[in-house]
């Protein structure tokens, strides 16, 4: 019998760069479509969240090929996790801004 330890020692640091990248990504994003004029503002704003949903979606297919690997998946899940719940933030936090560009 085999013990649960990973293929790679690097899974680890490799998620959590995974994440930091995608986070950065995102708010990086937000924060110049903040800045910019209103119609490039509309555009970086809605990307924002659509970039870390890309993030989020691509952990979960890492955490599918590594279980089919018989690696530990469970790590690649708890970061895909964490994006989707930081795209629902992002989402709900970018709506105002391209609700209000769009009453004046």
Known sequence: MTSPTPQNSNDFRAIV???AITVVLGLGLLLVGLAASESVQNVLVIA???????????MLVRAYRVWKSGGRWQMWQGGAWFLLVFFIVMLFNSAPVLFESNTE
């Open 17 to 19: 760069i995974h994440v």
């Open 48 to 58: 924002s969240p659509v970039v870390v949903m890309i993030g989020a979606i691509a």
